[in-house]
C-alpha cells in the first residue's frame, strides 16, 4: 500500500496536481460518496464525459486501489456479488500526506532555501 | 486434432526405441510422474470460487439457463470467481465468471460471454482441452527425457515432434475458439452483444497494455499482472473473432453494403 504522491505538477490545480485527471475526478466523487460500486462513479463521470467506458473507470478505480486511496471488497449483498470500493483515506488525510511528502522533498534536496521560504512565510 | 494423436504415438515410440536398452521404466515413469503432477494442479490448483444462486442474479441464471436449454445441454454449473480482470472459462459442465466482467460488460453482452463458454461445453471442448494440457506436458517431459539420454538424432526428432504438436495444438484451440463464437451466436437473442463484448474486452485490453507501456516503471507497477507472453498462440485475438462474428452474422452482405 502506498499512499504518497511521487510527483507534483506545478500547472495542475487541488489534487490533479498529484492524480491523472480522470483518476482525481474518481476520488473527489469517492471522497464524497465513501463506498460505491465502478457503475455508480460511471454513470456521474460519464455525464461530464461521454465518450468514457465502463472499462476506464474499472482499471482505473483498480489502479487507485494499487495506490492504496481505495479498498476495493466483495458485497453479497441484494443483486449478487460484486464489487464495492470504499476510501482508504479522508480528503484532509490525503493533503496532509501530499504536503508532508513535498516538504520532506524540499528540506532533503534544498534545506537551506526552504527554511528560509518558511520563515519569510510566517512573518 | 486427428494428427496429435499421431505426433503423441510417435513420440512415445521414438523414446521406447531410443530408450529401449533401460527397459520399459524411464517411459513409465515420465508417464506416471507427468499424470500425477496433473492430476495434483487439477485438484488442488483451483481457484475459489463462488456458486451462482438463482435469487442473486436470476436475469444471469434464467438467461445461462434458456441457452442451455437450447443446446441441449442440462443446466451448466455457474460460479463467480473474485478476480477483478474480466474473464471467464469453463470446466465439465460448468462457467466460471469474474467480477470483473460485471464492472465492464452490461447484461447482454455478460450472458454473450457465457454463450461462448456454453459453446466450449456444447463442442466438447471442456473434456477435450484437459486432454490436450496433459498431452502437452507428456510431450514435453518425453521431449526432455530423450534429448538427456539419447543420442542428438532421437533429441532433434523428438524436438520436432514436439514443435509441430505445439503448431497444431495452438491451430486446434483457435479453432475451437471460433467455433464457441459460432455456437455463441446461435444461442443468443441478440447475437451482436457477443461482438459488442469482445470489442469492450479488446478496449479494456488494449487500455491496460497502455498505461502499463507509458507508466514510469516506479511509479506505476500494481495494475498489471504479470502475463506470460506464448511463443504460439493459441487464443485468436478479439479482431479476427470480431470478423468472423460480423461475418457470420451479415454474411457477404457485409462487403455488398460497403460496396454499395
Redesign the interface.
Known amino acids: 500500500m502506498r499512499m504518497e504522491p511521487?510527483?507534483f505538477k506545478l500547472t495542475e490545480e487541488g489534487i490533479k496536481a498529484v492524480l491523472p485527471p480522470l483518476e482525481a475526478e474518481i476520488m473527489e466523487e469517492m471522497w464524497r460518496r465513501k463506498v460505491a460500486?465502478?457503475?455508480q462513479i460511471y454513470e456521474v463521470l460519464r455525464i461530464r464525459h461521454p465518450e468514457l467506458?465502463?472499462?476506464?473507470?474499472?482499471?482505473l478505480m483498480?489502479?487507485l486501489c494499487?495506490?492504496g486511496l481505495l479498498r476495493?471488497s466483495?458485497d453479497k449483498g441484494r443483486?449478487?456479488?460484486?464489487?464495492v470500493y470504499s476510501i482508504t483515506t479522508t480528503r484532509e488525510e490525503f493533503e496532509e500526506k501530499v504536503v508532508k511528502s513535498i516538504l520532506d522533498a524540499l528540506m532533503s534536496n534544498f534545506r537551506e532555501a526552504t527554511y528560509a521560504y518558511l520563515s519569510k512565510m510566517k512573518k | 486434432m486427428a494428427m496429435l494423436p499421431v505426433l503423441i504415438g510417435l513420440e512415445v515410440l521414438l523414446a521406447a526405441v531410443a530408450l529401449s536398452e533401460l527397459g520399459p521404466w524411464p517411459l513409465l515413469l515420465v508417464s506416471g510422474t507427468v499424470l500425477l503432477i496433473y492430476l495434483w494442479v487439477s485438484l488442488h490448483g483451483g481457484r475459489e470460487y463462488t456458486e451462482l444462486q438463482r435469487g442473486e442474479m436470476p436475469w444471469l441464471y434464467d438467461g445461462i439457463a434458456e441457452m442451455a436449454g437450447k443446446a441441449d445441454l442440462p443446466m451448466p454449473g455457474v460460479y463467480l470467481l473474485d478476480e477483478y480482470v474480466p474473464t471467464a472459462y469453463s470446466f465439465r459442465n460448468a462457467i466460471v465468471l469474474s467480477l470483473g466482467l460485471f464492472e465492464v460488460l452490461d447484461r447482454e453482452e455478460i450472458l454473450a460471454v457465457a454463450a461462448h463458454e456454453l459453446g466450449h461445453i456444447k463442442n466438447g471442448d471442456t473434456r477435450t482441452f484437459p486432454l490436450l494440457a496433459y498431452s502437452r506436458h507428456l510431450m514435453a517431459f518425453l521431449t526432455a527425457v530423450v534429448v538427456l539420454l539419447a543420442g542428438p538424432i532421437a533429441g532433434a526428432a523428438a524436438m520436432g515432434l514436439l514443435i509441430l504438436h505445439e503448431i497444431l495444438r495452438a491451430r486446434f484451440h483457435k479453432e475451437r475458439e471460433f467455433a464457441a463464437d459460432e455456437t455463441a451466436l446461435r444461442l443468443l437473442k441478440t447475437p451482436v452483444s457477443l461482438k459488442r463484448a469482445l470489442e469492450e474486452l479488446k478496449y479494456y485490453e488494449d487500455l491496460r497494455e497502455g498505461l502499463r507501456s507509458s507508466a514510469v516503471p516506479s511509479l506505476e507497477p500494481g495494475i498489471e499482472r504479470k502475463q506470460r507472453v506464448p511463443i504460439i498462440d493459441t487464443h485468436p485475438s478479439y479482431d479476427e473473432r470480431i470478423l468472423r462474428i460480423l461475418l457470420e452474422i451479415h454474411g457477404n452482405n457485409m462487403f455488398n453494403n460497403r460496396v454499395q
Open positions: 511521487h510527483e460500486t465502478a457503475g467506458r465502463r472499462s476506464t473507470v474499472s482499471i483498480n489502479r494499487e495506490r476495493r466483495v443483486g449478487g456479488m460484486r464489487y
